[in-house]
């Protein structure tokens, strides 16, 4: 799914109105109502008729004025409704110019975690993570988990060096310096694994489709556009590394409740936890705002595939979050290996 950056961020002037392609709108007994991100607008009455009538021509092509007189409505009437909804979120301005207009990534930064932020909101609210607090997850179901941890991050080495590769001279020495960093992260989670099984049995293993679509996602982006990759790759990272204390907090109870309810995976814990402080250590969190301070403004159409790559790498995301919670639930056999003429 596309997303629109804040034109209003990037200083446009307030020329034709766009509704933002991730607000929903929604009618019902005279009510129209916005969704937006974490935000609900309602509007009633008179201004729900105006919304009405002008939401067909809210895709950033068409003047107030032209719409004004299509609709014959006074133009200060319907610009007004509009900067209502333009200082509520929901709608922004294009211009002529817009291609033009760059953004610092410092700005960018900031809107990158707002959208973020939201995007995530569905894998944390994942029925996983209730299934495993609660001891109702099956066995195959922890483990398998464990597992697709483990291949999303020994995969490291597949994107994180191409991303190096393609990097511009300001990205370069952060990406380098993540990769060789990152490049041996895989060996913390097959030592956690190893309390389980043979270190040939975990070499051996598959990653499920929906680990694999992660990662090759990583690896498209990467040979394409570094700084949008990490704009992925950020996001990810924030579901590792947050300075959030209350997040940090829920995390560590997480654990908690599957050494409670799984004592078998008490060396896989401290494994996930090793990695946690390691990435910590190494300030991984911070590498993406030191990117930011690096590059060059980005125009608006950098500025839209960066959002665009974030967005899909959520709902990667959340396709990873299904792909464990639905196969290992209905096939208890962990881990997965590869069929061969003995395993037949």
Request: glycine share 6%; with cysteine; aromatic share 10%.
């Amino acid at each position: 799914m596309s997303t629109e950056a804040l034109p209003g961020a990037l200083g446009t002037s307030k020329d034709l109105p766009l509704l933002r392609r991730t607000a929903t709108v929604a009618g019902n007994d005279g009510q129209i109502v916005i969704r937006h991100m974490r935000d609900e607008i309602r509007l009633e009455g008179t201004a729900a008729h105006l919304f009405k009538k002008l939401s067909p021509d809210l895709e950033g092509a068409t003047a107030i004025e032209t719409m004004a007189t299509k609709l014959s409505e006074r133009p200060e009437r319907v610009r007004a409704l509009l900067e209502q909804l333009e200082k509520a979120g929901v709608l922004a301005f294009r211009s002529v110019t817009d291609d033009r207009v760059l953004m610092s990534g410092m700005d960018f930064y900031q809107l990158h975690h707002q959208y973020c932020d939201a995007w995530l909101e569905d894998v944390y609210r994942h029925p996983f993570w209730e299934k495993v607090v609660t001891g109702r997850a099956t066995r195959a179901q922890v483990i398998g988990f464990a597992f697709e941890k483990y291949h999303y991050i020994e995969a490291a080495f597949e994107h994180m060096g191409t991303a190096a590769a393609n990097a511009t001279p300001e990205m370069m020495p952060h990406l380098a310096r993540h990769f060789i960093e990152e490049y041996t992260h895989g060996d913390i989670y097959r030592k956690g694994l190893r309390s389980l099984f043979p270190d040939d049995v975990i070499l051996k293993s598959q990653p499920l489709p929906s680990t694999r679509a992660l990662v090759n996602y990583l690896n498209e982006t990467a040979q394409r556009n570094s700084f949008a990759y990490y704009s992925g790759n950020e996001l990810l990272q924030m579901t590792e590394n947050t300075g959030d204390e209350k997040a940090g907090g829920a995390v560590n109870e997480f654990y908690e409740a599957m050494r409670k309810h799984y004592p078998y995976t008490d060396r896989l814990i401290d494994s996930f936890v090793a990695h946690t402080r390691a990435d910590q250590a190494l300030e991984h969190e911070n590498a993406f705002l030191l990117m930011c301070k690096s590059v060059p403004p980005l125009t608006r159409g950098e500025v839209n595939d960066a959002l665009n790559v974030a967005k899909n790498m959520a709902e990667h995301l959340m396709l990873f979050m299904d792909g464990i919670d639905t196969f290992y639930e209905k096939f208890p056999t962990v881990p997965r290996l590869p069929c061969d003429l003995l395993s037949e």
